[in-house]
């Protein structure tokens, strides 16, 4: 296994660095996304890599991509982001990188949950409803919902949480009419997506999905989809409502973060044993394997 926290691409301009991918110019319509294994939990970065996280990642990425393209249109080129680098900088991509198009980014984050969990089972306690979508009382944590609900989030900065927004505030900010659509396919992902999951003995408890416009005023599916980064993915065979389920994704970070330290969830992290960090690389592989029936490719 490998570690790359951080890359370090000098032949493509930088332009920007997110919780886990490092974005660079490709001409003025394509982009190097390089996807490293850095690993955020409440919105902030570890210190310590998770061993060939960034490959799990890339690999499951483009699995769901290719799976769902014929929903909506993605930012995949097909161009080998092995040929816009340099040559002593092609180990920095291999497996871990995609070209893309350069879109024009939604700031809206979309949210599809199908399992009452995470944020939306805090605000559900208070509040009896998510995002406020108004839920049936006496449910419990993680009891499947009746159908997927559509819980948009404001994107924050770097190192802030990004904020549940409710659906009229999501027209407001992006109309009503790109809402609807992003709502309505974002549904549509997760569905199929968690129907085909289950065949495979996994639960897709939540996701999220960002969008994208493309010159042409196309919407895109951009930056990743379905991966244990952006989902809760739950073995069905251990899955029992009224607690946390285990899982495939970072939640056994968040669950190490929240119950075993005092840590106040702001910069700086406290470190990760060399445990917690062994065993959520083999998670994130695990949930690749279960799903996708690929080894993480050299």
């Given at each position: 296994?490998?570690?790359?926290?951080?890359?370090?691409?000098?032949?493509?301009?930088?332009?920007?660095?997110?919780?886990?991918?490092?974005?660079?110019?490709?001409?003025?319509?394509?982009?190097?996304?390089?996807?490293?294994?850095?690993?955020?939990?409440?919105?902030?970065?570890?210190?310590?890599?998770?061993?060939?996280?960034?490959?799990?990642?890339?690999?499951?990425?483009?699995?769901?991509?290719?799976?769902?393209?014929?929903?909506?249109?993605?930012?995949?080129?097909?161009?080998?982001?092995?040929?816009?680098?340099?040559?002593?900088?092609?180990?920095?991509?291999?497996?871990?990188?995609?070209?893309?198009?350069?879109?024009?980014?939604?700031?809206?984050?979309?949210?599809?949950?199908?399992?009452?969990?995470?944020s939306g089972w805090k605000d559900y306690q208070q509040t009896g409803a998510i995002c406020g979508i108004q839920l049936p009382a006496g449910l419990r944590q993680a009891d499947k919902l009746a159908a997927p609900i559509f819980t948009p989030a404001a994107k924050a900065d770097m190192g802030e949480h990004d904020e549940n927004i409710?659906?009229?505030?999501?027209?407001?900010?992006?109309?009503?009419?790109?809402?609807?659509?992003?709502?309505?396919?974002?549904?549509?992902?997760?569905?199929?997506?968690?129907?085909?999951?289950?065949?495979?003995?996994?639960?897709?408890?939540?996701?999220?999905?960002?969008?994208?416009?493309?010159?042409?005023?196309?919407?895109?599916?951009?930056?990743?989809?379905?991966?244990?980064?952006?989902?809760?993915?739950?073995?069905?065979?251990?899955?029992?409502?009224?607690?946390?389920?285990?899982?495939?994704?970072?939640?056994?970070?968040?669950?190490?973060?929240?119950?075993?330290?005092?840590?106040?969830?702001?910069?700086?992290?406290?470190?990760?044993?060399?445990?917690?960090?062994?065993?959520?690389?083999?998670?994130?592989?695990?949930?690749?394997?279960?799903?996708?029936?690929?080894?993480?490719?050299?």
């Amino acid at each position: 296994m490998t570690t790359q926290l951080q890359s370090q691409i000098s032949s493509l301009p930088l332009l920007g660095r997110g919780k886990v991918r490092d974005n660079y110019a490709v001409g003025d319509d394509k982009l190097l996304i390089v996807t490293s294994d850095r690993l955020s939990a409440f919105d902030v970065i570890m210190s310590e890599p998770i061993p060939d996280k960034g490959k799990v990642l890339n690999q499951m990425a483009n699995f769901w991509f290719d799976k769902l393209g014929h929903i909506v249109p993605n930012h995949m080129t097909g161009v080998a982001p092995e040929t816009v680098v340099a040559p002593n900088e092609v180990g920095q991509v291999k497996g871990r990188a995609v070209v893309a198009k350069r879109l024009k980014p939604i700031l809206v984050e979309a949210v599809v949950r199908g399992y009452i969990i995470g944020s939306g089972w805090k605000d559900y306690q208070q509040t009896g409803a998510i995002c406020g979508i108004q839920l049936p009382a006496g449910l419990r944590q993680a009891d499947k919902l009746a159908a997927p609900i559509f819980t948009p989030a404001a994107k924050a900065d770097m190192g802030e949480h990004d904020e549940n927004i409710s659906f009229a505030d999501m027209e407001s900010r992006i109309g009503k009419e790109l809402a609807a659509k992003i709502r309505d396919i974002s549904i549509r992902l997760y569905t199929e997506a968690a129907d085909y999951a289950a065949t495979r003995g996994i639960i897709i408890a939540d996701t999220k999905f960002e969008f994208g416009l493309d010159e042409h005023g196309v919407l895109h599916l951009m930056d990743e989809v379905l991966t244990a980064d952006s989902s809760r993915f739950w073995p069905a065979d251990s899955y029992a409502p009224g607690m946390s389920p285990p899982s495939f994704d970072k939640q056994f970070v968040r669950d190490y973060l929240e119950t075993v330290t005092t840590w106040n969830k702001t910069a700086p992290p406290p470190p990760l044993p060399a445990e917690v960090v062994e065993k959520t690389a083999a998670k994130y592989r695990e949930a690749l394997e279960r799903l996708t029936g690929e080894k993480l490719k050299d």
